[in-house]
């Protein structure tokens, strides 16, 4: 579904932040990338969307060549591509509610979403996406009165409204503590499941990246250096990827937890759908 030929990324300055990347991503297969700090895992990412540029070589979303594109086609074209930041990008002013609508920018233009006038259709789905990912007492709530998994929730709702075919996502569990981060990760997974989405997540936490990915690729200095399952990420690739250490020691994975799911209140959404809807005062 996604190939990158010969990717490079070099910047103004001389320094190569990518050098001659090969991948290809299937539909539906989540995979992580892991890597030092400086490797290349952000700027990869953001090259397959081109919030930054690529330098050099060819990335293909299906049948579309996005290094090609420009102006309304590469609006159009990063429909098809949900985001979800580290730093969560969220209005913070702005309601829940809101936050998850601004996932229709791409498609109902600025104007439309400046004046809250999102189609019916948009606002139904994002009330189904927020009881999804466990926010549906909080729509009506600012996003600076939220927690980072909270916030990250958020952010996850807002990318799906986009109905997209890839999700990309970066470090989406480093402002998080270890169960928020494996719970955020649990979501994404089983939300790409549900819906044959394929993924690329830049994640630093090697163990969550084995319990929660299909396939995991290692990046050092801009490079490839592994590509496999994350039964094969030995301590010896480990020590190729990131230098030497005491791999062996690095603590297995906690067992399965349940996530404290909070409670429904309906009668809100009864409420503040016809507002939305048709952009009336709120």
Known sequence: MLTLSGVGKRYPTGDRA??????TLPKGQVMALIGPSGAGKSTLIRCVNRLVEPTQGSIRLEDIELTKLSGQKLRHARRSMGMIFQEYALVDRLTVMENVLSGQLGYVGFWRSFLRRYPQEAVVEAFRLLERVGLPHALDKRADALSGGQRQRVGIARALLQSPKLLLVDEP???????????????????????????????????????????IVGLRAGEIVFDGQPSELTSEILTTIYGEEDWDTTPEPMEEDEEEQPAVVRSTSHEVMPALATGGAR
Not at 18 to 23: K, P, Q, S, W
């Open 18 to 23: 990518l050098t001659d990347i090969e991948l």
């Open 173 to 215: 569990t480093a402002s998080l503590d270890p169960k928020t981060s494996r719970q955020i990760m649990r979501l994404i997974r089983e939300l790409c499941a549900e819906r044959d989405l394929a993924a690329i997540i830049n994640i630093h936490d090697v163990a969550l990246a084995k319990q929660f990915a299909d396939r």
